[in-house]
């Protein structure tokens, strides 16, 4: 049951993320805020990416696309999982990040899959020229997901968190 909670924690976000896009897609017309906080600091915004991160890859053919950001994803997360289980010398942070990074990819590749106009991306938070950006790249909680569970990730693997 150790093993398994930070992947039933996954799901829950996983659920999260279609539903948080659903509400999105349903109340905010597409490409208009919807939703404004503290000034312009945060917007709920309505959005679609056919790309990755940053609308990396918008403009490729569909096949390619298909084969990068579909089958290669999956196969990725498939041995991450496989990774998840197998590996004992896991500490208990590298399984949480992993379950962030295969929840937040799952997430993201129902869009891919069932939704032929893009991932839905809807948080998008001012910079105010901080790193020369206005405002940052729009987000999901898909993306937040895999942000924070590879970050966890490689830091843990920096400070040589690992079982003996």
Known sequence: ????????VAAVLMVAD?????AVVAWIPINTVGWASAGDFLWLVHVRNL???????????DWLRMALFIVIPLGVMGAFLV???RDPSLTALQRWSLALIVS??????VDRIFRPEGVVDFLSFRLYGLFGMDRFAIFNVADACISVGGSLFVLS?????RKK
Request: aromatic share 14%; no cysteine.
């Open 18 to 22: 279609q539903m948080s896009k659903l």
């Open 51 to 61: 790309g990755v991160a940053f609308s990396m890859g918008n403009n490729l053919p």
């Open 104 to 109: 937040g990819g799952l997430g993201n590749q």
């Open 1 to 8: 049951m150790k093993r398994a909670f930070p992947l039933v």
């Open 83 to 85: 990774f998840y289980w």
């Open 157 to 161: 693997i920096l400070l040589g968190m």
